[in-house]
Each structure stands twice: as C-alpha cells, then as structure tokens.
C-alpha cells in the first residue's frame, strides 16, 4: 500500500500551509476549493492541527501558517487512501 504523499509535512511538529496542501489536489479538487480556504478547525483534523498565528508570503497574500501538532491516527490516514485511492497519492509523489 502506498504511504500519503506529505506535502512538506514529515512528522509531528512540521509547518505548512493551505496553498502547499492544495497544491497536490487534483483537478476535481481544485476547482471545488478555488477561492476557498481549507478550515481546519472545524475539521475532523482539527485536534492535531494548530494555528500558528503566524503568516508566510503568499501569492496574493499572506498565508496562515499550519503545525501538526499530533501523529495523525492510522485509521485516519487508512480511510483517506481508500477514497482517494492509490494512484492519486503516487501522482503527489512526483
């Protein structure tokens, strides 16, 4: 089974932002969430995702800065493959 394509993010304490996640979406998913932000607070990732109140250089504007504050369940990370099936996270390897 393929592991997740990490989008920078390797382990429990890395920072990234909405736009370095979006970047691996598919062409589906772009669409859906142009000009769209990603909540993770009021997502099921919420209690391992922290808001680090702090903002990066964007394209057209600052970025809010992400930290992963907790390994992400297995069972999670498991179900997230299933829907989106393997050959979508061999293509966010390249």
Do not use: H, R
């Amino acid at each position: 089974m393929a592991s997740a394509p990490s989008w920078g993010v390797q382990g429990k304490g890395d920072t990234f932002t909405n736009s370095s996640v979006k970047s691996y979406f598919s062409e589906e998913l772009k669409q859906y969430f142009k000009g769209k932000s990603i909540e993770w607070n009021k997502s099921v990732l919420e209690p391992y995702i922290l808001d680090t109140e702090e903002t990066q250089k964007g394209k057209t504007k600052p970025e809010k800065v992400y930290k992963l504050e907790k390994k992400i369940p297995a069972g999670f990370v498991k179900k997230a493959i299933e829907t989106v099936g393997d050959d979508w996270l061999e293509a966010g390897k390249e």
